[in-house]
């Protein structure tokens, strides 16, 4: 197994800025070949002991790709869930992938604040492909694992926001909290994209054919209504949770997981609820291809509990 021209490319680019910055931020698409480039950083970097935090389902597939090119590194790759159970905290290098799993604000989630304690001070590589998809707000405690963040000075989220977020208020059922999803964009650009790397598929010279035809499914009426009072009210509450729309990427995002049977609810105190809502489409997908073997994209994990239920 060897590399592409365009992984070999990239992987100078990312090596560069690691050299200068002691991080370096990586945004791949999709099957464009992210996990063998940043192992070839790692390399090339002149790493002896590397730690690889992942999704739990991606541990495998690294190590048979770090196994088929034959690094002579010592490689440990394991789940964030588990981050806490590595003892050993002297690594050379650390490569985060799906970084976006550390990205929950105002307040930092558990294991954010478990890596940045052991971690911090190691070189890193940020990876992902998808960095900041409902605001921008996202990419302050990704940064906050490493001494060597861009936003370094800002000891705390809140210190952070006051500079770079509009910060507004919503109302809730009981009380008013501040709104921190509008950040501002071009202002944060201008300070992660010097130590940013982009791969696209173009790129990996994938082109693609699409054959696209539209399934229409009835939807059921409570969907639509959840749906409808969301688009009118921004936030729909039931059962103790609150389903928020407030900003237009947040909105899209939730119709999204709506239209799809589930959604990620929120509470009083922030913590958010994956739910279902209703198998409908679940079960017309099943129907229409009973007896056929074919692939479902999801999006969100309780989509694919819930598909997984379904079939």
Known sequence: MKLLPHQIKKSKEILLKLQIYNCVYFRGEVRSGKTITVLEVAKCYGAKKVLFLTRKKAIDSILSDFERIGYDYFLLVTNYESVHKVDDINFDLVIYDESHSLSAFPKPAKRVKEIKKRFSKVPCIWMTGTSAIESYSQYYHQFF??????????????????????????????????????????????????????????????????????????????????????????????????????????????????????????????????????????????????????????????ELDLLKTVF
């Open 145 to 302: 694992v490493s001494d060597y963040s861009p936003f370094k000075m800002y000891k705390n989220f809140y210190n952070w926001a006051r500079v770079f977020v509009n910060v507004t208020q919503r109302r809730l059922a009981t009380h008013i909290i501040n709104d921190y999803t509008d950040a501002k964009v071009n202002e944060i650009d201008k300070i992660i994209m010097p130590l940013t790397v982009i791969m696209t598929q173009q790129d990996a010279g994938i082109e693609t054919k699409i054959n696209e035809h539209i399934i229409r499914v009835p939807i059921p009426e409570n969907i639509k209504n959840i749906a409808n009072f969301l688009l009118k009210d921004r936030m729909v509450e039931g059962n103790g949770r609150l389903i928020l729309g407030e900003t237009p990427a947040k909105l899209q995002s939730k119709l999204h997981q709506i239209f799809n049977g589930t959604v990620i609810t929120e509470a009083d105190n922030n913590k958010t609820e994956a739910i279902v809502l209703s198998d409908f489409k679940a079960r017309a997908i099943k129907e229409r291809f009973k007896g056929r073997k074919i692939a479902i994209m999801y999006f969100y994990q309780m």
